[in-house]
């Protein structure tokens, strides 16, 4: 009998990553839209040959660098860049003790990134270019990174939701029911609640109590957040957990 896997815990974990993409949002969107940091072949080719955008050359070698860290060894951290283009770590490999079922894990962060730059930067900076794309990328980096984590956290919680209810779970997979699956896995209240504790989250951050007021600057539109999760992470999460079951067995 496979080990439980504790579901409140694992719901603690995205609480958390809740704040790391709020601040990451607002460091982004200090900056202006830099268009042309996501333009395959704008100024990165001039200066480096490099046939995409700016953004994916940075990216690139954030996680070659980071690969080398052991990061990508961790089941809970995907690339963006192809697995090919990625060193092996130089530390040796950490002893982890298998959670996931191996076979059943997926990587969608091709589907991240369009949402995350075809809707939110474009919400969340003003148009125009400053000409900062070396911060523009970094906090880019940071955000994809937070929000690649909170998605395919997805895979604990479905795996979590699978142990404690197989018989269910696998009569659904068997029949490659997936409106099953997902009627399974969906919790209407806890996405509610979640969305009004973001809202919240959203417009208190980047107040200056003592002013009273808020740092315009210093803070994001929290529709565009709400709306973020609602219309992207949730959606994206939900299908990374029926992909998941869909393979589990
Ligand atoms: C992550 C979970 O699974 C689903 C996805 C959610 C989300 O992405 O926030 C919230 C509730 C569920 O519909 C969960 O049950 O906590």
């Known amino acids: 009998m496979a080990q439980v896997l504790d579901l409140n815990s694992i719901r603690s974990v995205l609480v958390r990553l809740e704040d790391t993409i709020i601040f990451s949002l607002i460091e982004r969107a200090q900056f202006s839209r830099n268009a042309r940091t996501y333009e395959p072949g704008a100024f990165a080719t001039e200066l480096l040959g490099w046939q995409g955008s700016w953004l994916e050359w940075i990216l690139l070698g954030t996680e070659q660098f980071q ?3 052991r990061r990508y060894q961790s089941p809970d951290e995907y690339p963006f860049s192809k697995e090919s283009d990625l060193p092996e770590p130089v530390l040796p490999p950490l002893e982890y003790e ?3 079922h191996e076979p059943a894990i997926t990587n969608v962060n091709d589907k991240i990134m369009a949402f995350y730059t075809h809707d939110i ?16 990328a970094t906090r880019d980096v940071e955000t994809l990174q937070a929000v690649s984590r909170r998605v395919h956290y997805g895979m604990f919680v479905s795996e979590s939701k699978y142990r404690a209810d197989t018989e269910t ?7 490659k029911d ?7 896995i969906t919790k209407p209240e806890v996405e509610a609640a979640l969305l009004k504790r973001l ?15 808020s740092l315009h600057d210093m803070k994001v539109d929290p529709e565009v957040v709400v709306r973020m999760y609602r219309d992207h992470v949730i959606p994206l999460t939900k299908q990374v957990e029926v992909e998941y079951l869909l393979k589990r067995l």
């Open 67 to 69: 690969s080398k860290a």
């Open 169 to 175: 779970f696998n009569k659904a997979i068997k029949a």
């Open 98 to 100: 298998p959670v996931l």
């Open 199 to 213: 809202e919240r989250k959203a417009r208190h951050y980047g107040q200056d109590e003592s002013q009273g007021g």
């Open 178 to 184: 997936v409106k099953t699956l997902e009627s399974l």
């Open 121 to 136: 930067v474009p919400s969340i900076t003003k148009s125009g270019d400053d000409l900062n794309y070396g911060s523009t």
